[in-house]
């Protein structure tokens, strides 16, 4: 064999007791496990790992990320390496870099320049969704990427492609158009489709529009992952949208980041719950993810009403500069509630700026917008207005409008897997992106006893795997891929906190990749073993 894990307890991902066992790999799969007690010899290989006191999970699978561009500028994207994350999902929230032509490709790098970057480091040699899954292959120079990764076909970049960035609905022939991308995408191997609807262009989209995408995503067995119509005033009804909307169409439903925020939300957790128990119960298939944590992120421009976006980035500066046009989108969001925020009038103590693109606006990071306004003498929106201009829609935020409770509620549920919606730009990004994984296992598991650790590791390994029809990932089991992480129960936790949230994690020693140690002895290797993850059984 390759290498042996002697005496350790194995958390196999189905949510089973742990059990004591040598776990033997070979080839790049799980090739024996030998359990205490059992007869016959125990098995030896050219690398054995004294595991007594550690544990041994399925290597955790991100179900939300940001990391498109990620992997292919840093080899060691230890944010989610040294988390044990084996597997991201991309192509998240509807905006991604493909499938794309070279329009559209300059105005998705514009518009999303605070969750990845600008991309003027990345050569995008890619057009098409398989293109980009071949460059993941390619990694570094033919030797891959850090972690495996799949991927969502983005619908709000698809409608970009089709027909711009108008607020209409489609015509017959982009309708048509749409689909037949959304085809394409799948056939090459994407496991699903994104939206993002509070963010334009998707949200533009009716119902009607979205249950013609999700039926071609039904045909091939794929999935949906809405980021819904609200997750404030309007969440409930936005959630109740969606099951009805994949009912329509027959096709799977994953709720991304499924939280229940802001003040109006607050202990309506148990509500949500009780609407996906019925759909469930009436046959439903639906899955969700969430972090544990209760702050979101995501971009200051993300906050305007949407009538302000129509357009594209460039229309957007221009409605900025504008004195007239600037006045009213402060009005819709201070004061009626834009549907970028959810529906809820913005509250500028909630805002804290965590990064921008430029660097001579660094004096704005770490702080709420109102704060900078009020050492500055000048209102909330003055700061705000400014920043979007001068650093060109560039700044990433936190909004600390969640509910701790919902968040443990939510995270109970028997259909909720693990997803970090982890952006990593910004001088102090989310601690979400460095440490929703071991946070799990650290805060909820151990210190709070939310669930067994036994049922959180099934969370995060073999619910995700079902989700995205992986036959061999997701659970310890001979035969089944060695994407694995060891770790201490006692003492795994997130070292990432708000005020230092690249901080590492502790109590995780080893990650592995198809059997090769990407994490080992709590060190990054220089291990690329990460490929794309295509669907297991594409269509004609």
Not at 118 to 129: A, C, K, M, Q, T
Not at 165 to 176: C, S, Y
Not at 186 to 195: D, K, M, P, Y
Request: with cysteine.
């Amino acid at each position: 064999m390759d290498t042996v894990f002697r005496d350790v307890r194995v958390i196999d991902g189905s949510g089973g007791p742990s059990y004591r066992a040598d776990v033997a790999l070979d080839g790049g799969r799980i090739a024996a496990l030998h359990r205490e007690g059992d007869g016959g010899p125990r098995p030896s290989a050219r690398h054995t790992v004294s595991a007594d006191g550690l544990a041994l999970a399925p290597g955790f699978i991100d179900m939300h990320a940001h990391s498109d561009l990620a992997l292919l500028r840093d080899p060691a994207h230890e944010a989610k390496a040294a988390q044990g994350v084996t597997l991201e999902v991309l192509g998240q929230d509807g905006l991604s870099y493909a499938p794309v032509d070279d329009r559209t490709l300059a105005e998705v790098r514009a518009q999303i320049t605070g969750w990845n970057g600008d991309g003027s480091d990345i050569d995008f040699s890619w057009r098409s969704v398989g293109g980009y899954l071949d460059r993941l292959d390619h990694g570094f120079d033919g030797a891959g990427i850090a972690v495996n990764a799949a991927y969502l076909i983005p619908q709000g970049t698809v409608r970009m492609l089709a027909m711009g960035w108008d607020d209409r609905p489609a015509t017959p022939d982009e309708l048509a158009r749409m689909k037949q991308l959304v085809a394409e995408g799948l056939h090459q191997g994407a496991v699903g489709l994104s939206s993002g609807l509070t963010y334009t262009p998707g949200m533009y989209a009716s119902d009607a529009e979205l249950t013609e995408l999700c039926r071609v995503v039904a045909e091939y067995d794929g999935y949906y992952c809405p980021h819904h119509r609200s997750y404030g005033a309007g969440a409930l009804q936005a959630y109740e949208e969606m099951v009805a909307l994949t009912r329509e169409a027959g096709c799977a439903l994953h709720l991304a980041h499924a939280t229940m925020n802001f003040g109006v939300n607050k202990d309506r957790a148990p509500e949500l719950l009780a609407l996906l128990d019925a759909a469930l119960d009436g046959g439903a298939d639906i899955s969700l993810d969430t972090y544990p944590y209760t702050p979101g992120c995501t971009t200051l421009v993300a906050m305007l009403p949407s009538w302000a976006s129509e357009g594209g980035p460039d229309a957007i500066l221009a409605r900025l500069r504008d004195e007239e046009s600037a006045a009213r989108i402060r009005h819709t969001m201070e004061v009626e509630g834009a549907d970028g925020c959810h529906g809820v009038p913005i509250e500028w103590d909630t805002i804290e700026i965590s990064g921008t693109t430029d660097p001579a606006l660094a004096a704005y990071v770490g702080r709420t917008v109102a704060d900078s306004a009020a050492e500055r003498g000048e209102e909330p929106w003055t700061v705000a207005r400014r920043l979007l201009l001068e650093d060109r829609l560039g700044p990433t935020i936190l909004q600390h409008v969640g509910h701790e409770e919902n968040v443990r509620r939510i995270m109970r549920h028997r259909v909720h897997t693990g997803g970090s919606d982890g952006i990593l730009q910004g001088a102090k990004p989310h601690p979400r992106a460095y440490g929703t994984f071991p946070h799990y296992l650290g805060r909820y598991v151990r210190e709070l006893g939310v669930f067994s650790l036994e049922e959180c590791v099934a969370h995060l390994t073999s619910r995700p795997a079902a989700r995205l029809r992986l036959p061999d990932r997701g659970l310890i089991r001979e035969g089944y891929r060695a994407d694995l992480v060891l770790f201490d129960p006692d003492t795994v936790a997130a070292g990432s906190t708000f005020d230092a949230p690249r901080t590492l994690p502790t109590g995780i020693p080893h990650v592995l990749i198809d059997g090769q140690f990407v994490i080992e002895n709590g060190h990054r290797t220089e291990v690329l073993a990460g490929r794309s993850v295509r669907r297991a059984t594409p269509r004609p």
